[in-house]
């Protein structure tokens, strides 16, 4: 056993899953080997098909625990609450951690306790996971692979997904490509009509065309929607014409207050609040954690009413969707998108909102390595047109001879749009010896059909999840990300005394690094640590005024000033304006080996002092301050801090700026985050987690490159082999067959001498001493061609041992690849990336008057909002 597992675990690294074992379906028996399903096929898609009872949600149980395995994030969509069994993996698969979690109704029918059963339970997934190779290391593996979540909209069983937040303007990609404008206006317009109950044709629907008239206006000039928009919108719309007719023609005023009132019940209805409560639907969010870890984000629908899940799958698609065009393409699997369940979403004939989104990432999908599996157990009313994308099935038992009839019905129309062969007499033969947990599967990138036997699944399969169940699962997993919400959302107390300490990081815990993931670069402090863009430390409080009055001094003609603008007051005391330097820089930032060319615009507020050091530029701050909201002069009702005598002079500031210059050019940063075994480099505005991500998939990529490589080298040496074995093997059969007809030749021989001598010839006759002689002749030939039969065996032995030799090579040199790209993966670095004095322009650097609040002893800056 544990030779099969370390075979199972190498073949993980490879980028394959672990499906089960070959069945013969004539003997009704498990054959030697394992199934192994490359990831990478999954990116022209799945279906898979099976009654209830099939064994089909432990497959598809099992693809998604390959897949979290490999590294590779899963969307999975629930509509009966059966994915969500994955959460039911326990590390030590004892009694007690199945106990709370087996069905009191199964063990009675069983006439158990419900501790009996759990202990019946307990070693029936011991035993099962060890008849496949596994054990418990490997449940322990799973769950350490990725991160596993449950999400509920529309409820606070799970963790709670914010939908509506879907009806904001899409990404300027999108909404610049007038088809996938359309098709996004079109699905959001159906799935809001359907959940609001109004039926509406797509194409010809009044409510339908007049809807996303008003959504695609709002995207294509940039304004987000929500549900209150709309209900508005519909009542006084930005446009007087629909078509060639006027609005009132059209669509009268009357009428549109019926559809407004059908979605303002949509918003007015008890509980419809908690559909905009929860975690955005974000999808880049739901495949990884902020650490970068891949996730199996399950969304669990089986709570709502069916007009709810088509709104809730429709728009979901459709954020997948948007997501997806935002990838770059790859040949590898970069994640996989499940439905459990398509019954009703992927009719023939219908049109739901779900539809359109399906065959979207059934055409698409492919090139950004987003691989779709599709679930069902009713092989009817399936539009096969759509699913002739799909390059691989799974088909389970099915229920009755009229779905069996309408799956052969489909395939056949599959194979005959393709152009490929079908034998519908061996597959209706093959579909009619099916078991429980037996599936055919036909992968177009594979050998053929086949027949297999799942494996034992590493999650518990209780059957679906109630919600107070699903709440049970999740409640920790929601209180930590309540408590890292409120963390988050926590204001920073206001430094006591005034200014931050000279050289104090802007933001606590943040390191070079972290701040270069947000692809910014900034004025370093003497620790050398780079505040993230537009990052704000608190501005140093003023210099003691050496004096204070209620004018302005008047400076010379030839020195330049601003007033900071008054964006805030503290409270009701006198404004007090101190002096100050306003200095606005460009950096350029260029560096030929990361690609980067990088330009950063900052405004800085420097306070100032007497001798010796007139510029405090330690003590600076970056603000967001626009040159055009600078003001001529500050406001009249005010006090002034006497700036110091050298302000007045107007040559200072050139020799200032010179010295800010200078002091950029030690001070200004950009930290790039560097894989150079793998030779990239992370892009502007990428975070640490998202460039780990893209160095984790290129790593699979250049892995699925390398081993495709690997396997034209040794194809000719293992073809030359298999060869040489099939004729050792017709060798050996040859001389058998040879030995069995020269052993009953020896037997007929000797057979007559005995039967002549026992025949009563009292003498030796020459005809005897002639069979004699035959017969042991025949008994030499008999023994030789033995030796022939042994000879033949060695040299059969002796080639499977080559071929033996050969495969652990090649599977040493993938394990070299593997260690290899897993240790280039892991080598990120930091590049510091100075900026050269050429490319840094200083563009003002002038006197300037900052304004203040006296609050509670503290000096409030008034410019900041």
Same mark, same amino acid.
């Given at each position: 056993?544990?030779?099969?597992?370390?075979?199972?675990?190498?073949?993980?690294?490879l980028?394959?899953?672990y499906?089960?074992?070959?069945?013969?379906?004539?003997?009704e028996?498990?054959?030697?080997g394992?199934?192994?399903?490359e990831?990478?096929?999954?990116?022209?898609?799945?279906?898979?098909?099976?009654?209830t009872?099939?064994?089909?949600?432990?497959?598809?149980?099992?693809?998604?625990?390959?897949?979290a395995i490999?590294s590779?994030?899963?969307?999975?969509?629930?509509?009966?609450?059966?994915?969500?069994?994955?959460?039911?993996?326990?590390?030590?698969?004892?009694?007690?951690?199945?106990?709370?979690?087996?069905?009191?109704?199964?063990?009675?029918l069983?006439?158990?306790?419900?501790? #009996?059963?759990a202990a019946?339970?307990s070693?029936?997934w011991?035993?099962?996971?060890?008849? =496949?190779?596994?054990?418990?290391n490997?449940?322990?593996?799973?769950k350490?692979s990725?991160?596993?979540?449950?999400?509920?909209?529309?409820?606070?069983?799970?963790i *709670?997904?914010?939908?509506?937040?879907?009806?904001?303007?899409?990404? @300027?990609?999108?909404?610049?490509? &007038?088809?996938?404008?359309?098709?996004?206006?079109?699905?959001?317009?159906?799935?809001?009509?359907?959940? $609001?109950?109004?039926?509406?044709?797509?194409?010809?629907?009044?409510?339908?065309i007049?809807?996303?008239?008003?959504?695609q206006n709002?995207?294509?000039n940039?304004?987000d929607l929500?549900l209150?928009?709309?209900?508005?919108?519909i009542?006084?719309?930005?446009?007087?014409?629909?078509?060639a007719?006027?609005?009132?023609?059209?669509f009268p005023?009357?009428?549109?207050?019926?559809?407004?009132?059908?979605?303002?019940n949509?918003i $007015? %209805?008890?509980?419809?609040?908690?559909?905009? *409560?929860?975690?955005?639907l974000?999808?880049?969010r739901?495949?990884?954690t902020d650490s970068g870890?891949?996730?199996?984000?399950?969304m669990?629908?089986?709570?709502?009413?069916?007009?709810?899940?088509?709104?809730?799958?429709?728009?979901?698609?459709?954020?997948?969707?948007?997501?997806?065009?935002?990838? @770059?393409?790859?040949?590898?699997?970069?994640?996989?998108? =499940?439905?459990?369940?398509?019954?009703? =979403?992927?009719?023939p004939?219908?049109?739901?909102?779900?539809?359109?989104?399906l065959?979207?990432?059934? /055409?698409?999908?492919?090139?950004?390595?987003?691989?779709?599996?599709?679930a069902?157990q009713?092989?009817?009313?399936?539009?096969? /047109?759509?699913?002739a994308n799909?390059?691989?099935?799974f088909?389970?038992?099915l229920q009755?001879?009229?779905? +069996?009839?309408?799956?052969?019905?489909?395939?056949?129309g599959?194979a005959?749009?393709?152009?490929s062969?079908?034998?519908?007499?061996?597959?209706?033969?093959?579909?009619?010896?099916l078991k429980?947990?037996?599936?055919?599967?036909?992968?177009?990138?594979?050998?053929?059909?086949?027949?297999?036997k799942?494996?034992f699944?590493?999650?518990?399969?209780? &059957?679906?999840l109630?919600?107070n169940?699903?709440?049970?699962?999740?409640?920790?997993?929601?209180? %930590?990300?309540?408590?890292?919400?409120a963390?988050?959302?926590a204001?920073?107390?206001?430094? %006591?005394?005034?200014?931050?300490?000279?050289?104090?990081?802007?933001?606590a815990?943040?390191?070079?690094?972290?701040? @270069?993931?947000?692809?910014?670069?900034?004025a370093?402090?003497?620790?050398?640590?780079?505040?993230?863009?537009?990052?704000?430390?608190?501005?140093?409080?003023p210099?003691?005024?050496?004096?204070?009055s209620?004018?302005?001094?008047?400076?010379?003609?030839?020195?330049?000033?601003?007033?900071l603008?008054?964006?805030?007051?503290?409270g009701?005391?006198?404004?007090?304006?101190?002096?100050?330097?306003?200095?606005?820089?460009?950096?350029?930032?260029?560096d030929?080996?990361?690609?980067?060319?990088?330009c950063?615009?900052?405004?800085w507020?420097?306070?100032v002092?007497?001798?010796?050091?007139?510029?405090?530029?330690?003590?600076?701050?970056?603000?967001?301050?626009?040159?055009?909201?600078?003001?001529?002069?500050?406001?009249?009702q005010?006090?002034?801090i006497?700036?110091?005598e050298?302000?007045?002079?107007?040559?200072? =500031?050139k020799a200032?700026?010179?010295?800010?210059?200078e002091?950029?050019v030690?001070k #200004? /940063?950009?930290f790039?985050?560097s894989c150079?075994?793998?030779?990239l480099?992370?892009?502007?505005?990428?975070?640490?987690?998202?460039?780990?991500?893209?160095?984790?998939? +290129?790593?699979? #990529?250049?892995?699925?490159?390398?081993?495709?490589?690997? +396997?034209?080298?040794? *194809?000719?040496?293992?073809?030359?082999?298999?060869?040489?074995?099939?004729?050792?093997?017709?060798?050996?059969?040859?001389?058998?067959?040879q030995? /069995?007809?020269?052993?009953?030749?020896?037997?007929?021989s000797?057979?007559?001498?005995?039967?002549g001598?026992f025949?009563?010839?009292?003498?030796v006759s020459?005809?005897?001493?002639?069979?004699?002689?035959?017969? $042991?002749?025949?008994?030499?030939?008999?023994?030789?061609?033995r030796?022939?039969?042994?000879?033949?065996?060695?040299?059969?032995?002796?080639?499977?041992?080559?071929?033996?030799?050969?495969?652990?090579?090649?599977?040493?040199e993938v394990?070299?690849i593997?260690?290899?790209?897993?240790?280039?993966a892991?080598?990120?670095e930091?590049?510091?990336? $100075?900026?050269? +004095?050429?490319?840094?322009?200083?563009d003002v650097?002038?006197?300037?008057w900052?304004?203040?609040?006296?609050?509670?002893?503290r000096?409030?800056?008034?410019?900041?909002?």
């Amino acid at each position: 056993m544990a030779s099969e597992i370390q075979q199972v675990n190498d073949f993980e690294k490879l980028g394959v899953f672990y499906l089960g074992k070959p069945y013969d379906l004539e003997s009704e028996k498990e054959e030697s080997g394992y199934v192994l399903y490359e990831s990478r096929h999954l990116t022209t898609h799945a279906v898979v098909v099976g009654m209830t009872g099939s064994g089909k949600t432990g497959l598809c149980i099992d693809l998604i625990e390959e897949a979290a395995i490999d590294s590779i994030p899963v969307l999975a969509i629930d509509p009966k609450g059966d994915i969500s069994n994955l959460l039911l993996t326990f590390e030590n698969l004892s009694p007690q951690e199945f106990q709370p979690w087996v069905s009191a109704e199964e063990a009675a029918l069983k006439g158990q306790s419900v501790d #009996e059963f759990a202990a019946a339970q307990s070693k029936l997934w011991l035993d099962g996971i060890g008849s =496949y190779g596994q054990d418990i290391n490997r449940i322990k593996r799973l769950k350490e692979s990725a991160d596993f979540s449950i999400y509920t909209p529309f409820s606070t069983a799970g963790i *709670q997904l914010s939908v509506l937040q879907s009806f904001s303007c899409p990404p @300027a990609a999108v909404v610049a490509d &007038g088809e996938s404008l359309r098709e996004r206006v079109n699905v959001s317009t159906q799935s809001l009509l359907n959940l $609001a109950g109004v039926r509406s044709d797509p194409r010809r629907g009044r409510e339908s065309i007049f809807l996303g008239n008003i959504i695609q206006n709002a995207w294509q000039n940039g304004q987000d929607l929500s549900l209150i928009d709309l209900v508005r919108l519909i009542q006084a719309p930005p446009f007087a014409q629909v078509g060639a007719l006027d609005l009132e023609s059209f669509f009268p005023g009357k009428e549109r207050f019926e559809l407004a009132t059908a979605i303002n019940n949509l918003i $007015a %209805a008890p509980g419809f609040e908690t559909w905009m *409560q929860g975690e955005s639907l974000d999808v880049g969010r739901l495949l990884y954690t902020d650490s970068g870890k891949p996730r199996v984000s399950i969304m669990s629908i089986a709570h709502l009413e069916d007009n709810e899940r088509m709104f809730f799958v429709a728009l979901f698609l459709n954020q997948v969707i948007s997501w997806m065009r935002g990838q @770059a393409g790859t040949s590898s699997l970069r994640a996989i998108i =499940y439905m459990d369940e398509i019954f009703g =979403y992927f009719p023939p004939v219908a049109n739901p909102p779900s539809k359109q989104p399906l065959l979207t990432l059934l /055409k698409q999908a492919r090139a950004y390595g987003l691989g779709v599996v599709l679930a069902t157990q009713n092989p009817v009313d399936l539009d096969y /047109k759509g699913l002739a994308n799909c390059g691989t099935w799974f088909v389970g038992r099915l229920q009755t001879e009229r779905d +069996k009839m309408r799956l052969l019905d489909g395939l056949e129309g599959v194979a005959t749009e393709k152009g490929s062969s079908f034998d519908r007499q061996t597959l209706d033969r093959m579909l009619a010896s099916l078991k429980k947990r037996t599936f055919l599967l036909h992968n177009t990138q594979g050998e053929g059909l086949s027949a297999f036997k799942t494996r034992f699944s590493l999650s518990y399969l209780r &059957g679906p999840l109630a919600r107070n169940q699903i709440k049970t699962l999740m409640d920790a997993k929601k209180k %930590a990300v309540a408590e890292k919400s409120a963390t988050s959302l926590a204001p920073s107390a206001a430094p %006591a005394g005034g200014p931050a300490a000279a050289g104090s990081s802007p933001v606590a815990g943040t390191s070079p690094a972290a701040s @270069a993931t947000a692809g910014s670069s900034a004025a370093a402090s003497s620790a050398n640590a780079s505040p993230a863009p537009g990052s704000q430390t608190a501005p140093a409080k003023p210099a003691k005024p050496s004096s204070i009055s209620n004018a302005a001094p008047i400076l010379p003609p030839d020195v330049s000033q601003y007033a900071l603008p008054i964006k805030g007051t503290a409270g009701a005391g006198k404004v007090i304006y101190a002096p100050c330097i306003l200095a606005v820089s460009q950096v350029r930032f260029v560096d030929t080996k990361s690609k980067l060319d990088h330009c950063v615009s900052r405004t800085w507020v420097l306070p100032v002092r007497e001798d010796p050091v007139f510029v405090m530029m330690d003590d600076g701050t970056e603000e967001k301050i626009k040159v055009t909201d600078l003001e001529s002069q500050p406001i009249a009702q005010a006090e002034f801090i006497r700036p110091p005598e050298w302000v007045f002079q107007a040559k200072q =500031y050139k020799a200032w700026t010179k010295k800010f210059q200078e002091w950029l050019v030690q001070k #200004e /940063k950009h930290f790039v985050l560097s894989c150079p075994a793998l030779k990239l480099s992370s892009l502007k505005d990428e975070s640490e987690r998202d460039f780990r991500i893209r160095v984790r998939e +290129k790593a699979k #990529e250049q892995r699925d490159a390398e081993i495709d490589k690997l +396997k034209v080298k040794y *194809q000719e040496k293992l073809s030359t082999l298999e060869s040489k074995i099939r004729l050792a093997e017709q060798a050996v059969e040859r001389e058998q067959e040879q030995v /069995k007809a020269q052993d009953m030749q020896t037997a007929i021989s000797v057979g007559a001498t005995v039967l002549g001598a026992f025949l009563g010839r009292r003498t030796v006759s020459s005809s005897t001493l002639g069979r004699a002689t035959t017969a $042991a002749r025949a008994a030499n030939r008999s023994a030789s061609s033995r030796a022939d039969v042994e000879r033949a065996n060695e040299n059969l032995e002796a080639l499977n041992q080559k071929m033996s030799d050969l495969e652990q090579q090649f599977q040493s040199e993938v394990a070299g690849i593997q260690r290899e790209l897993d240790k280039a993966a892991e080598s990120v670095e930091v590049v510091n990336i $100075a900026a050269k +004095k050429s490319n840094i322009s200083v563009d003002v650097f002038s006197f300037a008057w900052a304004p203040y609040q006296v609050s509670d002893g503290r000096y409030v800056p008034l410019w900041r909002s």
